[in-house]
């Protein structure tokens, strides 16, 4: 593997962590405040389907964006009234939700496009640029090259390569989604809000006698989570891919999930869970089958493997991933 | 003091939360431009208008017993596992490893040793989920949901690179041998002078079905193990206080849980196929978990809430076939059933309950 073969893994492994770290940013705000969400997925594809639909009908991607939004935030809406208000099971209701987002999308597509559950494919202003970083070569220096821009940074210097290669030339969901991990534990471990968060889902009770509402603040945890998720799914369908197809969430919500216990609840080892397991996914994307020492390694186990390194991490043997203590347990106030 | 008379708790809890979500599928039929009331006719006249219909609809409904009685096993222990899915893929190739390398005389023989292989198989991937969540205290649903795709994984290899015959094109294995095909209900009903329609796949498994539903019930009701699985699931620290060994009965009850979700594997891969492909399951081990909720976990329950959703999946295709309403509509109805009776259950209840606790009062 030459050295610019590593370079196009590393920069589809950026490309593909991107919905797996906003989406394990959304878990992370859910979970510290001990609401467990399974509906990461759901969420996700809801964003997706409805940011692509809202993208081609106007031709703004930004309006797609906000509808995303909008959808990933009325999912999150009906899992905090059946998780807090109806003290409901979580874990049942991210099932449902789930369920609900992988019907509705290929129902709603149908009833829409006809198009047998997709989205008709977004051209120009309905999807992400890609932008080209200061000094980096971009489409603009290829065309005045005359060159395809793969050529054109083949011949550049190593550190040219890095940083047009990988760097540069990404959407600005991917910067966006980067300044998320530092703005997220600002937010969790330097802020009043992201104390009383971490606090309502260790011990709500003590949260509740300083005077603090245990319900508001998971509900705004929540919503926080709706809006990461829609960042997630617009990304998916107005970045990586140009518009919706079903289940195009393709269990990324699951593998966030898994990142999500892999980085024990933390903000920059979600980064790096995140992009471990997007590397995972670039390398089973490029190559067929990989030799590791003269053995040779199946594409379906560099499927698996973020699945079990989770179970491998949550066995405890390497590490021990300690979920926040009051995680799936509605608050009853006492009276 | 029980806010409310049993019945109300059995049957009307579950059938508003059944009438809410219908209520709203006919809502979403009538946004995308059906009418809900054709919606319906199709649906019923497929599933049950001809013994075609019926065949298919018994024949979802056998799956769904398998996996329903499954997931509520499990919550009788009060854990939850989703991973009925991966321990009936998993199943269904210990189905098929015996079937294609067992010779097998006749098929009843093959009956039981493919159902004991697939119970084998679904129970021994329930049993690391298990263990790691009695011993080392790992959540139940996080590493079901992994084993789910792990299992996704490993089947796929395994027909791809292992058990597909030379030659062959699709990830499949080969055909099993003649005598480990199951008679049909076809095959059955003839012999009593009944004309059951000859294509449809229910067989025999329906039986079995019926059988495991008995088990269940004599197993959480008159045996001490139930006792034992249904005090861990009312309370942990009072199980352990009357000296039941909580690790064991919640590794017992989820290697339950994960043998007859595997055993399913006798209705689709052995009764319906006759060989192992990529996606025999066809998420019947999601449904399970609406199955349950809606049975309330009770197997008599859950044989009623698998023949409903018997006849929506067969209704649900008659209607993707007639209209242009996709298919997809049953995944909405089934997230819909699972919002309402397991989620939003106390949304339901809570005004029952007062409404109860108010009858109450004016009556002495």
Not at chain 2, 45 to 63: D, E, R
Request: aromatic letters at 10%; glycine letters at 10%.
């Amino acid at each position: 593997m030459d050295f610019l073969t590593l370079l196009q893994v590393l920069d589809s492994t950026i490309r593909l962590a991107t919905p797996l770290l906003l989406t394990c940013l959304a878990g992370l705000f859910s979970e510290r405040a001990g609401i467990f969400d399974i509906g990461l997925e759901g969420k996700m594809l809801a964003a997706a389907f409805f940011s692509a639909a809202m993208a081609f009908m106007t031709g703004s991607v930004w309006l797609g964006l906000l509808a995303g939004i909008a959808a990933s935030m009325a999912l999150s809406a009906l899992h905090g009234l059946a998780s807090i208000t109806f003290r409901g099971n979580q874990l049942i209701s991210g099932v449902a939700i789930n369920f609900l987002a992988s019907g509705l999308t290929v129902l709603i597509a149908q009833a829409w496009f006809h198009q047998g559950g997709r989205t008709p494919s977004l051209i120009g202003g309905a999807r992400f640029e890609q932008i080209t970083l200061p000094f980096a070569l971009g489409p603009m220096d290829a065309e005045a090259a005359g060159l395809p821009l793969s050529k054109l940074i083949a011949q550049a210097g190593p550190l040219q390569q890095i940083y047009s290669e990988v760097i540069s030339g990404q959407t600005i969901l991917v910067y966006f989604a980067l300044l998320c991990v530092p703005a997220t534990s600002w937010l969790l471990y330097r802020t009043r809000f992201g104390l009383r968060l971490r606090a309502v889902g260790e011990n709500p009770a003590a949260v509740d006698t300083a005077g603090v509402s245990v319900v508001g603040i998971r509900f705004a945890a929540v919503a926080i989570c709706g809006v990461l998720c829609g960042l997630a799914g617009a990304y998916l369908a107005t970045a990586l891919q140009a518009g919706f197809v079903r289940e195009m969430s393709a269990g990324r919500g699951y593998i966030a999930l898994a990142a999500l216990i892999f980085a024990k609840w933390r903000p920059w080892y979600a980064l790096g869970a995140t992009l471990l397991f997007g590397l995972l996914q670039a390398v089973a994307l490029r190559f067929q089958s990989i030799d590791i020492a003269g053995i040779p390694v199946p594409v379906q186990f560099m499927d698996a493997l973020p699945y079990i390194l989770t179970v491998v991490i949550l066995a405890g043997f390497v590490g021990k991933a300690i979920p926040p203590r009051a995680g799936g347990e509605p608050y009853v106030k006492e009276r | 003091m029980q806010k409310m008379p049993q019945w109300a708790d059995v049957i009307l809890v579950p059938l508003i939360s059944l009438i809410l979500a219908g209520a709203l599928s006919a809502l979403v039929i009538l946004a995308i431009g059906e009418s809900p009331y054709e919606a319906v006719k199709i649906m019923v006249q497929g599933a049950f208008g001809t013994t075609n219909g019926w065949g298919y609809t018994l024949y979802y409904a056998t799956s769904f017993i398998f996996t329903g009685l499954a997931v509520a096993v499990a919550f009788h222990a009060a854990m939850f596992n989703i991973g009925g899915e991966g321990q009936a893929m998993i199943g269904g190739l210990g189905a098929a490893l015996v079937c294609l390398f067992v010779p097998f005389p006749h098929w009843t023989f093959a009956l039981l040793g493919g159902f004991g292989a697939a119970m084998l198989f679904g129970a021994a991937w329930a049993f690391i989920p298990a263990y790691l969540q009695a011993k080392r205290g790992s959540h139940i649903v996080i590493t079901t949901i992994m084993f789910n795709f792990i299992a996704a994984a490993v089947l796929n290899y395994l027909l791809v690179n292992v058990l597909r015959p030379t030659g062959g094109m699709d990830p499949a294995t080969a055909k099993f041998p003649e005598p480990t095909h199951l008679p049909t209900l076809h095959d059955m009903l003839l012999p009593l002078g009944i004309q059951f329609s000859k294509s449809a796949p229910a067989n025999v498994s329906l039986i079995m079905a019926l059988l495991a539903c008995v088990f269940v019930w004599l197993l959480i009701w008159r045996t001490r193990l139930g006792y034992e699985i249904r005090a861990l699931g009312h309370s942990e620290s009072g199980a352990i206080y009357a000296g039941i060994s909580a690790p064991k009965v919640a590794i017992i009850s989820m290697l339950i849980s994960g043998a007859l979700a595997g055993g399913m594997a006798i209705n689709n891969v052995m009764g319906e196929a006759e060989r192992l492909v990529m996606n025999s399951v066809e998420g019947a081990g999601f449904i399970g978990i609406a199955v349950a909720l809606m049975g309330r976990n009770h197997p008599f329950g859950v044989l009623l809430a698998a023949i409903l959703f018997g006849f929506l999946y067969q209704g649900g295709a008659e209607l993707a076939l007639w209209t242009s309403i996709p298919s997809e509509l049953i995944v909405v109805i089934q997230a819909l059933v699972i919002l309402f009776t397991g989620a939003l259950d106390n949304m339901v209840r809570m005004p029952l309950e007062r409404l109860f606790l108010s009858l109450r009062r004016t009556e002495p």
